[in-house]
């Protein structure tokens, strides 16, 4: 009686462990609208008669991968039509060197691909990001045409509203959102150098 008591235990908290993971990881991220326009205070440039897509990033955190993983097959299709800007945030009072992750390797490696320091937030707040991951794609003359998540679940490569509906805007076809929710860590998480999101 008492080894059956121990089993059902024992199921019970990998149950419940699993059931927890799988809460975590279908949770979005928190998410605002982004600017309905190119804002003016950004630095980034866009080239004229180009749209320009922005993901914003945090290095550190491991839910990324899956939206470069997204962001390249993105690319395999509309590379020539897109201005692509890849994000790390820098958080204050940490060294350059700490964005240097192997998620930046990841990005560097994506052809067509600007991947920049973001120090202390600055583009990201332009853009109003608060999850990693986030993309925003402005038109030629600088309109918002989609703000979100380019992932169905934290980590998760593989066939997602966010990237069909992205898609659907680069093809010029109508969609039923211009947003979708933002799977990854918070871009704005108190940490030091040595602190995982």
């Known amino acids: 009686m008492k080894a059956a008591?121990?089993?059902?235990?024992?199921?019970?908290?990998?149950?419940?462990?699993?059931?927890?993971?799988?809460?975590?990881?279908s949770t979005a991220g928190e998410q605002?609208?982004?600017?309905?326009?190119?804002p003016a205070g950004s630095?980034?440039?866009?080239?004229?008669?180009?749209?320009?897509?922005?993901?914003?990033?945090?290095?550190?955190c491991p839910c990324t991968r899956a939206?470069?993983?997204?962001?390249?097959?993105?690319?395999?299709?509309?590379?020539?039509?897109?201005?692509?800007?890849?994000?790390?945030?820098?958080?204050?009072?940490?060294p350059y060197e700490w964005t240097r992750t192997d998620l930046w390797q990841t990005a560097s490696h994506i052809g067509g691909v600007h991947v920049l320091v973001d120090d202390d937030s600055r583009e990201a707040?332009?853009?109003?990001?608060?999850?990693?991951?986030q993309v925003v794609l402005y038109d030629a003359d600088?309109?918002?045409?989609f703000n979100g998540g380019i992932t169905g679940a934290r980590g998760h490569v593989g066939d997602n509203f966010g990237l069909k509906r992205i898609l659907a805007v680069l093809r010029g076809?109508?969609?039923?959102?211009?947003?979708?929710?933002?799977?990854?860590?918070?871009?704005?998480?108190?940490?030091?150098?040595?602190?995982?999101p």
């Open 67 to 94: 939206s470069l993983a997204e962001l390249e097959t993105l690319l395999s299709q509309y590379r020539e039509r897109l201005t692509v800007y890849v994000l790390f945030v820098q958080p204050k009072d940490v």
């Open 5 to 25: 008591s121990i089993v059902l235990l024992w199921l019970l908290l990998v149950s419940g462990g699993m059931f927890s993971l799988q809460a975590y990881k």
């Open 142 to 145: 600088g309109r918002l045409e």
């Open 173 to 196: 076809e109508k969609t039923d959102r211009a947003d979708s929710p933002v799977f990854g860590c918070p871009l704005h998480a108190e940490q030091d150098a040595s602190a995982k």
């Open 43 to 60: 630095g980034l440039q866009r080239v004229a008669g180009l749209k320009t897509l922005v993901m914003m990033s945090h290095p550190k």
């Open 125 to 133: 707040d332009q853009f109003k990001g608060l999850t990693s991951g």
């Open 32 to 38: 605002v609208p982004a600017p309905s326009s190119w």
